[in-house]
């Protein structure tokens, strides 16, 4: 046996996993897609008393149009966000990066509303929930509440969820935009990101009106760049902007390195992607 | 804590008395059940050897508990064809000499199963990027490649 001894259970609805967390007294964890719980379970880095299985509660899984919002359920796994019509035409920067999420046996399993929860600084969903701006609808002993996604990622590996509370789901509002891109580099295709970029834009011919950016793999958490999109609004749309682009990202950003990328590689590695993504984003699609 | 579980496996029908919750789907397929055609690599999730389909799905089975595919329909490799009768993906495997030591050959092959079913596979990037979850130590990647674009084009012409 892999894992240390722990006790299952299944619970039918949101509260009455929020019960199974509360009389395990800080000893539960909770099991979604599983895809990066198991490895700690397996590694006996996570040695939970117990485990609390959501995948009984079916109302989590869903992908449902609300105005100019999309809402996802907590549940709902990677392939079914990879492959739905509804995503690829509301939400398409998420639907393109959606391939590059781990693996396919992976994405069968993996849930969103787990991938978020779980907080990798190199994650996709993550950092898209912080492009679109999403709230996190989340549920606890004291009831919902609603976090933006800005708020929800502390540190590397580290939400801001008390400890008996849920994700149940994400809200995604729709971005206007004239272009878009998301680029990334990984070791291995679908491995976590050595860096990313996601871009979006909207113009008036020569002029730039609104920019969205963010990025991941080079810091504790996925970044907004909020002050990149600020000096964005400001210019004009010449050859030279891809170029300028990647200068003021690379300036806000300073990367971190690790056993996988040195901090200058990852620095460099971003400042290319960033070239690319608004090149691409220009060119309009 | 223990808990009783059904599950068909390979068409079969299964029920099992007293089942650890942490007991892994790999371990239950090749400790409870000796189906050990499913392979155990690395036990976290990166090599891909332990991957069966669960109700059609390719998932690893060592990130996935045993009392979770309680109710579910497993096929592992057993469950491809015999060696009198290869499946179609089997066989294509056998013809370009798609395995070398054979030990990610099962993972592979299930891999191959979700692939073939679920992807058009028209060029061999998307053959590569669905297979990337894979790893083969003896690094025969060309000739799995080889084997998946053959039963995929094999398929297409049986089902027009």
Not at chain 1, 213 to 228: E, I, K, N, S, Y
Not at chain 2, 10 to 28: H, M, Q, Y
Request: aromatic share 4%.
């Amino acid at each position: 046996m892999k894992p240390a001894r722990f006790d299952y259970v299944v619970p039918a609805t949101v509260d009455a996993a929020i019960e199974a967390l509360r009389a395990a007294k800080g000893e539960g964890r909770i099991l979604a897609g599983g895809q990066s719980l198991l490895p700690l379970l397996n590694f006996r880095m996570a040695r939970p008393a117990v485990l609390v299985d959501l995948n009984g509660i079916k109302e989590l899984s869903f992908i449902e149009l609300r105005g100019d919002r999309l809402a996802i359920g907590a549940l709902t796994r990677h392939r079914e966000i990879e492959q739905s019509p509804l995503i690829a035409s509301k939400l398409p920067v998420m639907a393109a990066a959606m391939r590059h999420v781990a693996h396919l046996a992976i994405r069968n399993r993996g849930t969103i509303g787990g991938s978020l929860s779980h907080a990798d600084p190199a994650a996709e969903l993550p950092m898209l929930s912080l492009f679109y701006g999403a709230e996190l609808h989340v549920q606890g002993p004291e009831g919902r509440r609603t976090i933006a996604a800005e708020d929800f990622f502390v540190d590397a590996l580290t939400n801001c969820l008390a400890p008996e509370e849920i994700v149940v789901e994400i809200e995604f509002p729709m971005l206007q935009h004239d272009g878009w891109a998301f680029e990334e580099v990984a070791r291995r295709f679908g491995d976590f990101a050595l860096a990313s970029i996601a871009v979006s834009v909207r113009r008036s011919g020569t002029r730039m009106d609104d920019a969205r950016v963010a990025v991941m793999g080079v810091a504790d958490t996925p970044l907004r760049l909020r002050q990149v999109e600020g000096k964005l609004g400001a210019i004009g749309i010449d050859d030279g902007t891809p170029d300028r682009f990647a200068e003021f990202v690379t300036s806000s950003v300073s990367a971190n390195g690790d056993l996988h990328a040195s901090a200058e590689y990852r620095q460099h590695l971003l400042g290319q992607l960033a070239r690319r993504a608004m090149q691409t984003a220009l060119a309009g699609r | 804590m223990t808990t009783n579980i059904s599950v068909t496996v390979n068409g079969t029908k299964c029920d099992i008395a007293n089942v650890e919750p942490r007991l892994l789907l790999s371990d239950f397929l090749r400790d409870t059940l000796g189906l050990t055609g499913t392979h155990v690599g690395c036990e976290h999730g990166v090599c891909g050897a332990c991957t069966v389909l669960m109700n059609g799905d390719s998932i690893r089975s060592c990130l996935t508990l045993a009392v979770q595919a309680n109710g579910a329909e497993i096929t592992t490799v057993e469950g491809l064809g015999t060696p009198e009768a290869l499946n179609v993906l089997q066989a294509q495997f056998r013809e370009h000499h798609g395995l070398q030591c054979g030990f990610c050959t099962p993972g592979m092959l299930m891999t191959g199963e979700d692939l073939l079913r679920k992807y058009p596979l028209a060029s061999d990037e998307e053959i590569r990027e669905g297979l990337s979850g894979n790893l083969c130590r003896c690094t025969g990647y060309q000739n799995i490649v080889a084997a998946i674009r053959s039963a995929a084009a094999l398929r297409a012409e049986k089902t027009p």
